[in-house]
């Protein structure tokens, strides 16, 4: 690929990306230039057309999307919906309507079946909802599927048996509702959206979303769009503030993702598994492949993670049989952070191959293999 070739190839990419690679380019030297474009260059290179054309219209969509989403501040969009467990009705008048709450803080859930972070994450947020049932309204609203069967369909699916199209009927919406509602066990009265994805659509919810709404009818808190902005600590967090009460500060990472204590650097180590790694791993969404770059920096490892879907900065370490790293990375979805944790196989001089488990923010985790690129 020619330096002009890659050129427009980065240009191609949605910005976000795009913008990372150029702020990665500025103020370094020529060497550290150069492999930072081969890295990018094999990133490319390995993408399809396909991907590229899927990465594009996906971070366009987001954009547009976001825009549209209610401010901090501004009134909340006012509904009027059906009760999962209530008269069937699909418009106006169907059951709660969220202007009558005023007077108290409303935490709002928007999901869906066929969503694995909305899945993984109910567990928590049924913590949450008992933790603060008395003073605030909760509730799960039920929007359009995310991955229907007629749709984009991912492996994990087959692979948990929740396997549904995208329902025509409001018939159809209140049976996957009710099988959702009773496979992860939610404790919180579930809302259902109309057949016109209207509550969706003006709270900008796929896949899914958490809002917090203050006594006045205003919103409090928007999370970011999942499955990167999705998290349930921010959430309560929003909604200890509404009560009053102090905000929960984020336990440290005291561990790596396979829960063992962190490791303390060691240079030897982090030298046996510095190089480049094609790494193919398990997440909420199906099976990933990715390209890492690690270096040493005496026991610590620094690099580069790259993915179809995005890339992100690597920091971690390695000692003994052991090495683990965090990676923050951007895609069209926003910023997340992936946690890996693995024991390594080699001799005294060389790693060749890794493995071990990754947590995926406030997810569920996975598990993922490495091999020497």
């Not at 995310?146 to 048996?161: F, K």
């Not at 499955?227 to 561990?255: D, T």
Request: aromatic share 6%; with cysteine.
């Amino acid at each position: 690929m020619t330096s002009q070739d890659l050129a427009e190839q980065i240009n191609a990419l949605p910005n976000q990306m795009r913008d990372r690679i150029m702020e990665r380019l500025e103020g370094v030297g020529e060497e550290q230039r150069a492999r930072v474009l081969e890295r990018v260059a094999r990133m490319i290179a390995s993408m399809t057309p396909e991907q590229r054309e899927h990465l594009a219209e996906a971070r366009k969509f987001m954009v547009q999307r976001n825009a549209k989403a209610p401010e901090i501040g501004d009134p909340v969009p006012d509904f009027d919906l059906a009760l999962l467990d209530g008269p069937l009705q699909d418009g106006a008048g169907a059951g709660v309507r969220l202007s009558g709450l005023k007077g108290r803080p409303v935490g709002l859930i928007f999901g869906s079946y066929t969503w694995p972070p909305f899945r993984h994450q109910a567990g928590r947020l049924n913590d949450i909802y008992n933790c603060y049932r008395d003073d605030v309204e909760f509730f799960v609203v039920y929007i359009q599927e995310a991955h229907p069967s007629d749709g984009w369909q991912t492996p994990i699916h087959e692979h948990e048996d929740v396997v549904f199209a995208q329902p025509e009927t409001m018939e159809q919406r209140v049976e996957i509702a009710q099988a959702c509602s009773l496979d992860l066990g939610l404790a919180m009265p579930t809302l259902l959206d109309a057949r016109s994805n209207e509550v969706d659509e003006a709270y900008t919810a796929l896949p899914d979303r958490l809002y917090v709404v203050d006594e006045d009818g205003r919103i409090a808190y928007r999370s970011g769009p999942g499955p990167m902005g999705f998290s349930a600590n921010e959430f309560e967090g929003a909604i200890r503030a509404q009560l009053g009460l102090e905000v929960l500060e984020s336990e440290p990472q005291a561990a790596g993702a396979d829960g063992r204590p962190a490791i303390a650097g060691e240079p030897a180590a982090a030298e046996r598994v510095q190089g480049s790694w094609n790494v193919v791993f398990q997440s909420p969404m199906g099976q990933r492949e990715a390209t890492l770059e690690l270096r040493a920096d005496g026991g610590a490892l620094e690099g580069t993670w790259a993915t179809a879907m995005g890339v992100g900065e690597v920091s971690g370490a390695a000692g003994g049989d052991r090495v683990e790293w965090t990676v923050s990375i951007e895609g069209p979805m926003g910023l997340g952070q992936l946690a890996f944790s693995a024991t390594v196989t080699g001799d005294d001089v060389t790693i060749d191959e890794l493995a071990g488990e990754v947590q995926f923010g406030s997810f569920a985790g996975g598990t993922f293999s490495g091999k020497r690129a």
